[in-house]
Structures are given as structure tokens and as C-alpha cells.
């Protein structure tokens, strides 16, 4: 898979063509009823042509309108956590003081992840880490690309489903491979995820070795460990995007939005969606009253009725705290930023 973002189009496409042979099914049976039927075969050609006029007419629907009608079906808390391991998961073989990659993550979130659709991880990495990136990102903003105006490069288009009103953030996209080759080829762009930078700024990133290990030591052994209690995310490289993004103070946002749709990825979907987000924030000195650019989250609340209750969370992006959520059941926004804000984000598929 690419490091490309998910393609809504491609999704809603996969969904909608699940009712096509159905419809086939149904024309071939008329057609047969007309051979039958040949007194009468004037009038049924005309009404059957009727009939194919409606049965092909495409309506577009918003991707808000195409979770609520799959949310309607089934809760996707319950469908996306299903991706774990549950006997593995809750066994005796690991306490739940069992590091995961570090001593502040450890099997107890991963248990919270499952039970709750998204858990809060502080002090993930070191706030001198957390402010070098943070300096790195100010450096080289120049080349970060607003996000609305990126195209998907596996389908050289944009996605017609996508608004692109609805964030004003700026983005690089990322690659465990930009990290995993020697500094003499990071000297190059020979190998660039998204190739739009010059080659100062790629020697800048590609061998800062603070942002190297939280994408080698870091996520990818979240990615690893994932694997090892939800067996159908991939472990490779090709099973992990990375995205690196910058909120101006300007009263940047991202409207509310979910990362894909629910499924469990055993028995339904596309094997390759996105499972599990995970954001790392790096904003060093930041006030929750006045510099905003808050990540709030709808959630199930604990003794909910129905399966479609929802309650809002807001999650402060202070530097150094980790979120993971299931990406195909939470839907999530980001509240208008007053000061620069920077996160690494990965998805786990």
C-alpha cells in the first residue's frame, strides 16, 4: 500500500457495488418473464425500460452519509475492535504491565483501546525530543503542502468525494524507508516519499536522528506489537503511513471526520484500510485556555442505551502525549489552533 491518504471514492465504490449482482439478478429474471410473456412484450419492453432508467440512476451520497447508514446497521466500536486477539489479548500469558514500547505504554492501553475505542498515553517520548522536532518543523515549514490541495497519486485525481473546505492544516507525508537508509543516500533524493523538497531540507529531516527513532524505535514498534494482538495489521512497512503536520496560529482546523470505515477486516472490507490512528503531539508550552487547536472525539459513553450515543472529549495536544483510537469507529475533530501546532501522525493497517 501507499503512503498515500485513504481514498473515500474507492471505499464508498467498494460498498455500493455489493448490491450490483442483485440488481443483475433481478433484470435477467424479468428479461426472462418477457420471453414467457411475448403477448404482452410491447408493453413490459417499455416498462422494463422504465425499470433499468431507475435501477441505474446514481445518488451520490456524503461520506457522513454513508458511516451513518453503516453505524445505523451496527456499532463500529464493536465491529473495529474485533480486529484483536481477545483470548491473546486478555490471556494469562501477558500481565498488563507488559512493556509494549515503553514503560509508559504498556498492554494495559492496549486493553483500554479495545474496551473503549481510544486511549491517552503521556509523556511518550522526552520534552527535549518533543522540541527538537517541533524547531525542526518551524525550519522547514516552507515545505510543508497544504492538505486540501493533495492529490492521490495512486489514482492521479482528486477524490470526488472530498471536501476541501474542510481543513486548512499544511502536511508532509512520510516513509519508513526515508529512515532507514545511510546518511550518504539521505544526502540525496534519490528515494523521497513525496520529492517536492530540495536537497538541503531532506538532508535536514531524513537524518535528524531524533525524528528517525521515533518513526523506527517508536511507531513501527507500535505497528509490531499491534500486529502481535491483532493479527491482521501488517507489520511491514506497507502497513504503516506517517504523516507530519503543521497547524498555523491562525485558527487552523480539520472539521469532523473519521479515518475509515468500520470493519473488523476479517470476513468484510478492504484488507489494507486503516485499523488503529496514532497522533503524537509535540507542543511544547501550550495554554488550554488560549491557543485552542484542541483534539476533540466522539465517544461511546459507558452505560449508553443506544449503540449510536455519542458524548464529545477534548484532548489538549501538549507535547509528548500519544492518542490511539480505532480509526474505522471514532470520529474525531480539530478545534481551531491560535498558535503553531505540530504532530506526527501514523496509521496502522
Wanted: charged share 35%; glycine share 2%; proline share 3%.
Amino acid at each position: 500500500m501507499s503512503s498515500e491518504p485513504f481514498s473515500l471514492a474507492k471505499e464508498i465504490e467498494k460498498v455500493l457495488a455489493k448490491s450490483q449482482p442483485e440488481n443483475n439478478k433481478y433484470e435477467e429474471e424479468e428479461a426472462c418473464d418477457s420471453c414467457e410473456n411475448e403477448e404482452d412484450s410491447t408493453s413490459f419492453e417499455n416498462d422494463n425500460f422504465e425499470y433499468d432508467e431507475e435501477c441505474e440512476e446514481v445518488v451520490e451520497i456524503s461520506e457522513n452519509e454513508m458511516l451513518a447508514m453503516l453505524d445505523a446497521e451496527r456499532d463500529p466500536f464493536d465491529v473495529c475492535a474485533q480486529i484483536f486477539d481477545k483470548e491473546k489479548l486478555f490471556g494469562d500469558e501477558y500481565h498488563e504491565d507488559e512493556i509494549i514500547v515503553s514503560p509508559n505504554l504498556t498492554l494495559k492501553h492496549f486493553r483500554e483501546l479495545y474496551q473503549r475505542g481510544f486511549v491517552v498515553i503521556d509523556n511518550f517520548i522526552d520534552s527535549e525530543e518533543a522540541n527538537e522536532i517541533y524547531s525542526l518543523t518551524k525550519k522547514i515549514s516552507h515545505t510543508f503542502k497544504p492538505a486540501c490541495e493533495l492529490k492521490s497519486i495512486e489514482d492521479s485525481c482528486d477524490d470526488k468525494f472530498r471536501d476541501n473546505t474542510a481543513r486548512s492544516d499544511l502536511i508532509k507525508w512520510l516513509h519508513p524507508k526515508d529512515f532507514t537508509m545511510n546518511e550518504s543516500q539521505n544526502s540525496s533524493s534519490s528515494y523521497c516519499s513525496h520529492c517536492s523538497d530540495n536537497e538541503e531540507d531532506i538532508i535536514l529531516w531524513k537524518n535528524n536522528q531524533t525524528l528517525r527513532r521515533i518513526v523506527l524505535q517508536k511507531f513501527k514498534v507500535i505497528q509490531q506489537r499491534l500486529h502481535e494482538f491483532a493479527p491482521c495489521i501488517k507489520h511491514e512497512d506497507e502497513g504503516m503511513e506517517l504523516m507530519w503536520s503543521l497547524y498555523r496560529a491562525t485558527g487552523t482546523y480539520y472539521e469532523k471526520h473519521r479515518d475509515s470505515f468500520p470493519s473488523n477486516s476479517k470476513d468484510e472490507g478492504p484488507l489494507d484500510q486503516r485499523k488503529v490512528t496514532a497522533l503524537l503531539y509535540l507542543n511544547t508550552e501550550w495554554s488550554d485556555e488560549n491557543d485552542g487547536g484542541m483534539l476533540r472525539v466522539f465517544v461511546k459513553p459507558e452505560n449508553a442505551i443506544k449503540h449510536t450515543e455519542r458524548i464529545a472529549k477534548e484532548i489538549n495536544p501538549i507535547a509528548c502525549r500519544l492518542v490511539l483510537f480505532l480509526s474505522g469507529a471514532v470520529d474525531h475533530e480539530v478545534l481551531k489552533s491560535f498558535k503553531d501546532r505540530v504532530a506526527l501522525t501514523s496509521w496502522f493497517s
